[in-house]
C-alpha cells in the first residue's frame, strides 16, 4: 500500500514580488563598478545605515561588553564543539603520494583558499550561531583571511553577534547586509582582500547574489528555506514529536515539516497536539510556526520502516531526526539528508546552535547529493606529478598512440620528444 497522507502541503500563493533575479543583476553591476560608493548608497537605501562600514577594535571590545556572561559562556562552549568538529574534518584529509608505476609519481595536496567571506544574516532572528558555523570552520580550514559581514540592528551589528563573529576569528567584519554585503566580500571592498568562497545562509538576494557570482568565486551551495523531517514510530512521545516539528517551524512560512511514520494512531495524535504546541509560543513565534505548518507541513503514515526510509530519501530532507527504536538500523539505511539527529535527546536545535556538525546545510532536495558546509568547501584539492626515466617509454608511448588518435598531434609530439631525449639528450644553451 502506498504511503498515506494524512495532512499535505498545499504550498504557498504565488508571489507578485519584483524579479529577484533582475534586481540583484542590476544591484551586482553597480557595485560591481561604483564599489565602496556604491556600497554605502545601498546601507543608506536599504538599511538606514549611513556610519562607518569596517568595524573597529572599539565597537568589538564594546559588543563584548554589553554580551551577558551567561551568553559570552554559551558562545564560547559551541565556539568549541564547532572548532573541534572542523578540525576534525580537516584531519581526515591529507596530503597523499605514490608510485603508481616504477618512475611515475602522482599525489595530491589540500590547500586552504587565499581568502573567504562568511554571511551572517540578520531578519526575524539574530543569527548568532552562524557567525561561528561559517567563520571558524574557514579558519579551521586554515585560510589566512576571513571576511565577515552582518547588516547592522539598530546603531551597529548585533552586540551578540559581533561578539561571536570576533570570537570565531574574523579579520575584517563590515557592516552591511544584502547584496551589498555580499559584493563588499567578493569583490574585495573596503581594504579587504576579494574572496575565492562566499559561505552563510540569507534571504532570497543573498542566496541570489551568490548564485550569480557563482563561477568565477566558490560558494558553499545553492540554498533555499530550512526544512525538517521527523521519522518516529510509536515508540516515541508525540508532544515531543509536536514539539520539534514546531520549534522549526517558527523560521517561518516557507519552511516545510514534515513527519513520516508508521503508526496511524501516532500520526493523528500528533496533530491533535499541533494547535495548543504552537499556542507554547510568542505571539510572533506562534504566528510565523502557524503559517508554517498551514502552508509547508506535512503527515505521512507508511506500512513499514523500509517504507519510511524510502520517504525520507525522497525528500532529502535538511535536517532529518530520527525518534524510532533500533538506531543503528536507520543510520545504516538512510542515504539523502543535511545531517542527521539520532535518537529522542538529539533535537535539531544542538546541531542548530551548539553541538558541533554545521548548520548551514543543504535545502530543497539537494541533499541528494550534497552535504553541509565543512572545511572541504574552503579548501582546493590539488594534483601533482613526476616522472623519472624509468616510467617514459611506456608513458610517453601511450600518450602519443592516444593523441595521434585524438588528431592531437602536437600533444603527441611533447611525449615524442621526451622519448627521444632518453638516447639523445637535448642541447642546452651555453652560457
Known amino acids: 500500500m502506498p504511503p498515506i497522507h494524512l495532512k499535505t502541503a498545499p504550498g504557498l500563493t504565488a508571489s507578485e514580488s519584483a524579479d529577484v533575479s533582475d534586481t540583484v543583476a542590476v544591484m551586482l553591476a553597480r557595485l560591481k563598478t561604483g564599489r565602496e560608493e ?95 558555523m561559517t567563520i571558524a570552520t574557514a579558519k579551521a580550514a586554515g585560510v589566512p583571511h576571513v571576511t565577515a559581514c552582518a547588516p547592522p540592528r539598530g546603531d551597529t551589528i548585533d552586540a551578540p553577534t559581533l561578539y561571536a563573529m570576533n570570537l570565531a576569528g574574523a579579520d575584517t567584519i563590515l557592516t552591511l547586509g544584502g547584496v551589498q ?27 541570489e547574489a551568490k548564485r550569480q557570482l557563482f563561477g568565477p568565486l566558490g560558494i558553499d551551495m545553492f540554498a533555499g528555506p530550512t526544512d525538517v ?55 510572533e513565534n506562534a504566528q510565523a510556526a502557524q503559517a508554517s505548518w498551514a502552508a509547508m507541513g506535512e503527515v505521512i503514515v507508511c506500512d513499514n520502516p523500509e517504507e519510511m526510509v524510502a520517504e525520507s530519501d525522497r525528500f532529502a530532507p535538511e535536517h532529518l531526526h530520527v525518534q524510532c527504536e533500533n538506531l543503528p538500523w536507520w543510520l545504516e539505511n538512510l542515504g539523502a539528508y543535511g545531517s542527521l539527529f539520532l535518537g529522542v535527546k538529539t533535537t535539531v536545535a544542538f546541531g542548530d546552535k551548539a553541538a558541533g556538525p554545521n548548520h548551514v546545510l543543504p535545502t530543497s532536495g539537494a541533499a541528494r547529493y550534497t552535504g553541509g558546509l565543512s572545511v572541504h568547501k574552503f579548501m582546493k584539492t590539488v594534483t601533482w606529478q613526476e616522472v623519472t626515466d624509468e616510467a617514459l617509454p611506456g608513458l610517453a608511448h601511450a600518450t602519443s598512440v592516444i593523441s595521434r588518435a585524438e588528431g592531437m598531434v602536437g600533444h603527441a609530439l611533447t611525449a615524442e620528444v621526451r622519448l627521444h631525449d632518453l638516447t ?5 644553451v651555453a652560457g
Open 229 to 283: 523531517l521527523i521519522l518516529a514510530d510509536k515508540s516515541a512521545d508525540p508532544a515531543r514529536v509536536a514539539l520539534d516539528l514546531i520549534g522549526q517551524a517558527e523560521h517561518g512560512p516557507t519552511s516545510p515539516c514534515w513527519l513520516v511514520t508508521d503508526s496511524d494512531a501516532f500520526a493523528r495524535e500528533v496533530l491533535r497536539l499541533i494547535p495548543e504546541t504552537i499556542a507554547m509560543l510568542p505571539e
Open 424 to 428: 639523445t639528450p637535448p642541447k642546452k
Open 181 to 207: 554585503g555580499i559584493a563588499a566580500m567578493a569583490y574585495g571592498l573596503f581594504g579587504a582582500p576579494a574572496s575565492d568562497v562566499l559561505a552563510g545562509p540569507g534571504n532570497a538576494y543573498v542566496a
Open 38 to 132: 556604491a556600497a554605502n548608497d545601498y546601507a543608506r537605501r536599504l538599511d538606514n545605515w549611513s556610519g562607518e562600514v569596517v568595524v573597529t577594535a572599539e565597537q568589538i571590545a564594546e559588543a563584548t561588553s554589553k554580551t551577558s556572561d551567561e551568553l559570552k559562556e554559551a558562545l564560547i562552549y559551541a565556539h568549541d564543539n564547532i572548532k573541534k568538529f572542523a578540525e576534525l574534518q580537516r584531519a581526515s584529509i591529507a596530503d597523499v603520494s605514490m608510485e603508481i608505476r616504477p618512475g611515475l609519481t602522482a599525489g595530491q595536496k589540500m590547500l586552504p583558499v587565499s581568502a573567504a567571506g562568511c554571511y551572517v544574516p540578520g531578519g526575524r532572528y539574530a543569527h548568532i550561531a552562524s557567525a561561528l
